[in-house]
């Protein structure tokens, strides 16, 4: 759960005391509502928070926008010496305890933008840059860079962007734009005053990229793998387990 | 020399080609709209890699009128698309579960017939609505989220097995009596008498399919 706050959260009497001013919070519930943990997102600057992002281990990927020297836990985003906004990212581990952060981007006019994993862990996100353009940021597991890709509009940015990533590792990107939007050289003219576009994105994490939270390190058939009752072959001991909306699916080289 | 200009030609090329290739193109981009205002509100993957948005129009959209809901499949094609909100209800978010249910959360006062489904609301008060719809965009039922006062849902999240979550703000009654009432399937009720809340199935499906150009 993700919120802004004014100097600190308080759930069923766990919580945090942030800095006087706009702060904000993530906290984790368990299956029945129960808080198991929550923590303080960005002391010591203007923080607030868009998006959040769960991958399949239970990491959770979040966005937001700070003002100055951000600490996330044991790390510091951002420079007080900078008085420009930027949006910032955090990837926080399911103890609670922070993997990585770090500022995306610097602009002027801040929007709220939107962030997705895919199966491998990898995170997606939208912002906004000084401008008529967006940025979708595709950052690894461990929030290096792999790569950014810029669209632009005619005038304004539209009020929002989507990001959804599918099962495969294509992504998908949606959002509403006034008068034209330029999606790699393919111009979308509005109707009227403002449209909504869909876009695919070609995969760029192979399924035999998707990391196993668990590497098989014994034989497999010792795993304890539920398969189908209809499926009773063996799976192979290079086979490649990928948790799908379904279930598993094993993929053998 | 000369060999090592080739090499070092090629090396670069490669390089290029390399850092080119890692940044994904569209595979297709699809836009709709009306003369109006169009926006989006919220999309989720379903179980079929399919996309499903929901967003609000002004009332002439290309894929179906005020607020509405679409499913586009792995390639673009739009499968169904639907209208959620009446003059009284707006679309606020949606999900999807593990079994390609589609669940769209709508906040509204008064009477309104969203995706089909006649949903009334007596109490007069702004309250929340979780309308779930089959794959096939065939709307399945609704549940009311409905307090002593004004209830107001910003998202809805739904595990797996089709658990719903989600934030709103409210007054009059606590939390948790508002969410156990959102576990009830009104629509398994005896139908509700005059002046009481209730959701009934219309008589008029209102799913449509429609192909963008």
New interface residues.
């Given amino acids: 759960m993700l919120g802004d706050s004014e100097g600190g959260a308080q759930l069923d009497g766990l919580g945090t005391s942030g800095a006087p001013g706009p702060n904000a919070f993530l906290a984790k519930l368990d299956a029945t509502g129960h808080p198991l943990w929550v923590r303080h997102f960005g002391v010591g600057a203007k923080v607030g928070v868009t998006r959040l992002a769960v991958d399949l281990e239970g990491a959770c990927i979040v966005s937001g926008y700070a003002q100055g020297a951000a600490r996330i836990e044991n790390l510091v985003v951002g420079s007080a010496a900078k008085l420009e906004s930027y949006y910032l990212a955090a990837k926080y581990l399911p103890d609670g305890s922070v993997a990585w952060a770090r500022d995306l981007a610097y602009v002027k006019d801040l929007k709220p933008g939107d962030v997705c994993t895919d199966l491998g862990g990898n995170a997606y996100f939208t912002h906004t840059l000084d401008g008529a353009a967006v940025s979708i940021l595709k950052l690894g597991r461990g929030g290096d860079v792999q790569w950014e890709k810029r669209y632009t509009f005619s005038s304004l940015p539209g009020r929002r962007t989507f990001l959804q990533a599918s099962s495969e590792g294509f992504v998908y990107l949606a959002g509403d734009y006034y008068s034209n939007v330029d999606l790699d050289g393919r111009t979308l003219t509005s109707r009227g005053y403002s449209d909504i576009f869909v876009a695919l994105l070609e995969a760029t994490t192979s399924p035999w990229d998707f990391v196993r939270p668990n590497p098989i390190t014994k034989p497999v058939a010792t795993m304890p793998v539920v398969n189908p009752p209809s499926i009773q072959a063996p799976i192979a001991s290079n086979a490649m387990i990928i948790p799908t909306s379904r279930g598993r699916m094993y993929i053998t080289k | 020399m000369m060999w090592k200009m080739v090499c070092g030609a090629v090396l670069f090329a490669s390089c290029f080609a390399l850092h080119a290739a890692?940044?994904?193109?569209?595979?297709?981009?699809?836009?709709?709209?009306?003369?109006?205002?169009?926006?989006?509100?919220?999309?989720?993957?379903d179980?079929h890699?399919g996309?499903c948005?929901v967003?609000a129009s002004?009332g002439d959209s290309?894929i179906a009128p005020r607020d509405n809901a679409a499913r586009?499949d792995?390639s673009?094609e739009l499968i169904w698309a639907t209208q959620l909100g009446t003059s009284g209800a707006r679309v606020v978010d949606l999900s999807v579960d593990?079994s390609g249910k589609f669940y769209a959360l709508c906040a509204a006062s008064g009477t309104n017939t969203i995706a089909g489904l006649r949903v009334e609301n007596a109490a007069r008060t702004t309250c929340g609505i979780i309308v779930t719809l089959d794959h096939h965009g065939k709307a399945l039922n609704a549940v009311l989220l409905q307090g002593g006062e004004e209830f107001e849902p910003f998202a809805l999240r739904v595990d797996?097995a089709g658990h719903c979550f989600g934030?709103a703000t409210a007054t009059g009654i606590p939390m948790p009596e508002r969410a156990r009432r959102s576990r009830e399937p009104l629509l398994e009720r005896p139908a509700p008498k005059a002046g009481t809340s209730g959701i009934t199935p219309s008589k008029r499906p209102n799913v449509r399919t429609r192909r963008l150009a």
């Fill in positions: 890692s940044v994904p193109a569209f595979r297709w981009v699809k836009s709709f709209g009306g003369a109006g205002y169009d926006v989006i509100k919220a999309v989720a993957v179980h890699s996309i948005i967003g002004s290309t586009f792995f673009g593990g797996a934030p």
